[in-house]
Protein backbone atom coordinates (compact mmCIF):
# COMPACT_ATOMS: atom_id res chain seq x y z
CA UNK A 1 0.00 0.00 0.00
CA UNK A 2 3.20 2.32 0.82
CA UNK A 3 3.85 2.60 -3.33
CA UNK A 4 0.73 3.64 -4.05
CA UNK A 5 0.31 5.96 -1.90
CA UNK A 6 3.65 7.93 -1.97
CA UNK A 7 3.06 7.57 -6.00
CA UNK A 8 -0.63 9.38 -5.26
CA UNK A 9 1.14 12.01 -3.14
CA UNK A 10 4.17 12.48 -5.40
CA UNK A 11 1.34 13.49 -8.14
CA UNK A 12 -0.91 15.71 -5.94
CA UNK A 13 2.19 17.43 -4.72
CA UNK A 14 2.60 18.61 -9.17
CA UNK A 15 -1.02 19.44 -9.59
CA UNK A 16 -1.43 23.29 -9.16
CA UNK A 17 -5.34 22.92 -8.86
CA UNK A 18 -7.33 21.38 -6.56
CA UNK A 19 -7.36 17.53 -6.66
CA UNK A 20 -10.53 15.67 -6.41
CA UNK A 21 -10.22 12.06 -5.48
CA UNK A 22 -12.65 9.03 -5.83
CA UNK A 23 -11.89 5.58 -4.11
CA UNK A 24 -14.44 2.75 -4.44
CA UNK A 25 -15.32 -0.73 -4.43
CA UNK A 26 -17.78 -4.08 -2.51
CA UNK A 27 -17.96 -4.25 0.72
CA UNK A 28 -14.73 -5.60 2.18
CA UNK A 29 -12.60 -4.47 -0.42
CA UNK A 30 -10.32 -2.05 2.04
CA UNK A 31 -11.52 0.86 0.68
CA UNK A 32 -11.60 2.89 4.28
CA UNK A 33 -8.49 1.50 5.03
CA UNK A 34 -6.58 3.12 2.50
CA UNK A 35 -8.73 6.69 2.28
CA UNK A 36 -7.59 6.94 5.83
CA UNK A 37 -3.68 6.03 4.92
CA UNK A 38 -4.26 8.72 2.01
CA UNK A 39 -5.43 11.39 4.48
CA UNK A 40 -2.45 10.25 6.43
CA UNK A 41 -0.04 10.76 4.65
CA UNK A 42 -1.31 14.15 3.44
CA UNK A 43 -1.25 15.20 7.50
CA UNK A 44 -5.00 15.06 7.07
CA UNK A 45 -4.92 17.95 5.20
CA UNK A 46 -7.66 16.94 2.89
CA UNK A 47 -11.46 16.96 2.96
CA UNK A 48 -12.67 12.78 3.49
CA UNK A 49 -15.89 12.04 3.21
CA UNK A 50 -17.23 8.88 3.65
CA UNK A 51 -19.90 8.52 0.93
CA UNK A 52 -22.74 5.93 3.06
CA UNK A 53 -24.69 8.17 3.51
CA UNK A 54 -25.62 8.51 -0.42
CA UNK A 55 -26.95 4.66 0.10
CA UNK A 56 -30.63 4.37 -0.10
CA UNK A 57 -31.73 3.14 3.18
CA UNK A 58 -31.48 -0.62 3.91
CA UNK A 59 -35.12 -0.84 4.82
CA UNK A 60 -36.18 0.73 1.47
CA UNK A 61 -33.63 -1.94 -0.72
CA UNK A 62 -34.86 -5.02 1.80
CA UNK A 63 -38.15 -4.04 0.10
CA UNK A 64 -37.35 -3.43 -3.39
CA UNK A 65 -37.01 -6.51 -5.90
CA UNK A 66 -35.27 -6.65 -9.19
CA UNK A 67 -34.92 -9.31 -11.67
CA UNK A 68 -31.65 -9.72 -13.70
CA UNK A 69 -30.01 -11.81 -16.02
CA UNK A 70 -26.64 -13.85 -14.03
CA UNK A 71 -24.83 -16.70 -15.93
CA UNK A 72 -27.52 -17.31 -18.51
CA UNK A 73 -29.60 -17.17 -15.60
CA UNK A 74 -32.80 -15.49 -14.56
CA UNK A 75 -32.89 -14.27 -11.25
CA UNK A 76 -35.30 -12.23 -8.59
CA UNK A 77 -33.94 -11.31 -5.52
CA UNK A 78 -33.61 -7.73 -3.14
CA UNK A 79 -31.65 -5.27 -4.20
CA UNK A 80 -28.38 -4.66 -2.44
CA UNK A 81 -26.05 -1.98 -2.49
CA UNK A 82 -24.30 -3.04 -5.22
CA UNK A 83 -26.86 -1.96 -7.72
CA UNK A 84 -26.48 2.03 -9.01
CA UNK A 85 -30.24 2.32 -8.21
CA UNK A 86 -29.51 1.93 -4.44
CA UNK A 87 -27.53 5.37 -4.73
CA UNK A 88 -27.89 8.73 -4.80
CA UNK A 89 -25.79 9.21 -7.83
CA UNK A 90 -27.33 12.66 -8.74
CA UNK A 91 -26.99 14.18 -4.92
CA UNK A 92 -23.15 12.53 -4.68
CA UNK A 93 -22.26 14.41 -8.20
CA UNK A 94 -23.93 17.77 -7.01
CA UNK A 95 -21.95 17.89 -4.09
CA UNK A 96 -18.83 17.19 -6.17
CA UNK A 97 -19.54 19.57 -8.52
CA UNK A 98 -19.57 22.07 -5.71
CA UNK A 99 -16.29 21.45 -3.93
CA UNK A 100 -15.08 22.23 -7.38
CA UNK A 101 -16.73 25.27 -7.67
CA UNK A 102 -15.05 26.55 -4.36
CA UNK A 103 -18.61 26.27 -2.41
CA UNK A 104 -18.70 25.31 1.11
CA UNK A 105 -21.16 22.64 1.85
CA UNK A 106 -22.36 20.63 4.69
CA UNK A 107 -22.13 16.53 4.52
CA UNK A 108 -25.51 14.48 4.69
CA UNK A 109 -26.28 13.84 8.74
CA UNK A 110 -26.87 10.55 9.96
CA UNK A 111 -26.75 8.88 13.24
CA UNK A 112 -23.90 6.80 12.39
CA UNK A 113 -21.83 9.78 10.19
CA UNK A 114 -22.59 12.98 12.16
CA UNK A 115 -22.84 16.20 9.51
CA UNK A 116 -19.27 18.11 8.82
CA UNK A 117 -18.76 21.53 6.78
CA UNK A 118 -16.42 20.76 3.83
CA UNK A 119 -13.94 23.35 2.99
CA UNK A 120 -13.08 23.69 -0.19
CA UNK A 121 -10.12 25.62 -0.17
CA UNK A 122 -7.99 22.54 1.09
CA UNK A 123 -5.86 20.50 -1.70
CA UNK A 124 -7.48 17.52 -2.45
CA UNK A 125 -10.89 16.21 -1.44
CA UNK A 126 -11.15 12.38 -1.36
CA UNK A 127 -14.89 11.06 -1.57
CA UNK A 128 -14.60 7.47 -0.51
CA UNK A 129 -17.34 4.27 -0.89
CA UNK A 130 -19.58 2.26 -2.77
CA UNK A 131 -21.15 4.87 -4.66
CA UNK A 132 -18.42 6.55 -5.81
CA UNK A 133 -18.50 3.97 -8.50
CA UNK A 134 -21.37 5.36 -10.04
CA UNK A 135 -20.48 8.58 -10.18
CA UNK A 136 -19.26 10.26 -13.44
CA UNK A 137 -15.43 9.59 -13.60
CA UNK A 138 -15.36 13.41 -15.36
CA UNK A 139 -15.81 14.41 -11.92
CA UNK A 140 -12.77 13.17 -10.40
CA UNK A 141 -9.17 13.70 -11.33
CA UNK A 142 -8.06 10.04 -10.37
CA UNK A 143 -10.47 7.21 -9.12
CA UNK A 144 -9.38 4.29 -7.72
CA UNK A 145 -11.13 1.28 -7.66
CA UNK A 146 -10.56 -1.95 -4.74
CA UNK A 147 -11.73 -5.20 -4.89
CA UNK A 148 -11.28 -8.61 -3.60
CA UNK A 149 -12.50 -12.30 -3.48
CA UNK A 150 -15.53 -13.36 -2.34
CA UNK A 151 -13.91 -15.06 0.35
CA UNK A 152 -11.95 -12.58 1.68
CA UNK A 153 -15.30 -10.02 1.50
CA UNK A 154 -17.38 -12.46 3.98
CA UNK A 155 -14.32 -12.53 6.09
CA UNK A 156 -13.84 -9.12 6.86
CA UNK A 157 -17.82 -8.29 6.45
CA UNK A 158 -18.45 -10.42 9.55
CA UNK A 159 -16.19 -9.21 11.46
CA UNK A 160 -16.57 -5.78 10.92
CA UNK A 161 -20.33 -5.55 10.30
CA UNK A 162 -21.01 -7.49 13.60
CA UNK A 163 -18.11 -5.33 16.18
CA UNK A 164 -19.54 -2.27 14.52
CA UNK A 165 -22.47 -2.04 13.23
CA UNK A 166 -24.44 -4.58 15.03
CA UNK A 167 -25.19 -6.82 12.45
CA UNK A 168 -26.29 -10.63 12.74
CA UNK A 169 -23.85 -13.00 11.54
CA UNK A 170 -26.40 -15.70 9.94
CA UNK A 171 -27.93 -12.55 8.26
CA UNK A 172 -24.20 -11.96 6.92
CA UNK A 173 -23.63 -15.03 5.66
CA UNK A 174 -27.10 -15.63 3.96
CA UNK A 175 -26.70 -12.41 2.07
CA UNK A 176 -23.45 -12.91 0.70
CA UNK A 177 -23.60 -14.86 -2.23
CA UNK A 178 -26.68 -12.73 -3.68
CA UNK A 179 -23.97 -9.87 -2.96
CA UNK A 180 -21.74 -11.22 -4.69
CA UNK A 181 -23.89 -12.06 -8.04
CA UNK A 182 -25.44 -8.23 -7.82
CA UNK A 183 -21.57 -7.04 -7.40
CA UNK A 184 -20.46 -9.18 -10.48
CA UNK A 185 -23.43 -7.84 -12.55
CA UNK A 186 -23.57 -4.45 -11.39
CA UNK A 187 -20.96 -3.09 -9.99
CA UNK A 188 -17.69 -4.89 -11.18
CA UNK A 189 -18.36 -3.83 -15.21
CA UNK A 190 -17.08 -0.15 -13.48
CA UNK A 191 -14.23 -1.33 -12.42
CA UNK A 192 -11.89 -1.12 -15.74
CA UNK A 193 -12.94 3.06 -15.75
CA UNK A 194 -10.50 3.30 -12.45
CA UNK A 195 -7.67 4.91 -13.06
CA UNK A 196 -6.27 3.08 -10.26
CA UNK A 197 -7.19 -0.52 -9.69
CA UNK A 198 -6.06 -2.73 -6.80
CA UNK A 199 -6.63 -6.27 -5.51
CA UNK A 200 -6.50 -6.99 -1.78
CA UNK A 201 -6.35 -10.45 -0.04
CA UNK A 202 -4.93 -11.74 3.28
CA UNK A 203 -1.34 -11.44 1.66
CA UNK A 204 -1.71 -7.89 1.32
CA UNK A 205 -2.68 -5.52 -2.08
CA UNK A 206 -1.62 -5.92 -5.53
CA UNK A 207 -1.04 -3.48 -8.07
CA UNK A 208 -2.91 -4.26 -11.41
CA UNK A 209 -3.21 -0.59 -12.83
CA UNK A 210 -1.76 2.30 -12.08
CA UNK A 211 -2.28 5.01 -14.92
CA UNK A 212 -1.08 7.44 -12.71
CA UNK A 213 2.16 6.84 -13.13
CA UNK A 214 1.70 6.29 -17.16
CA UNK A 215 0.80 10.02 -17.27
Known sequence: MDSII?????????????????????????????ADQLNQALNQEANLICTDPY????????????TYSYQEEVR???MTACHPLAHYVDALE??????????????????????????PNKKCTIFEGMSVAFVNTAYFDVEIYLYTDGETELARRSSRDTAERNRNL??????H????????HFMHPYKDKADII???????????KNQLMAE
Open 170 to 175: ENIQKS
Open 177 to 184: QERRRQYS
Open 198 to 208: LFTDEKGMHIE
Open 55 to 66: IVSSELRRETKI
Open 6 to 34: QDLITWINTQEKQVIIGITGHGGAGKTTF
Open 94 to 119: RDIQMTRAGMRWNTIDRDYLPSKLIE
Open 76 to 78: AAK
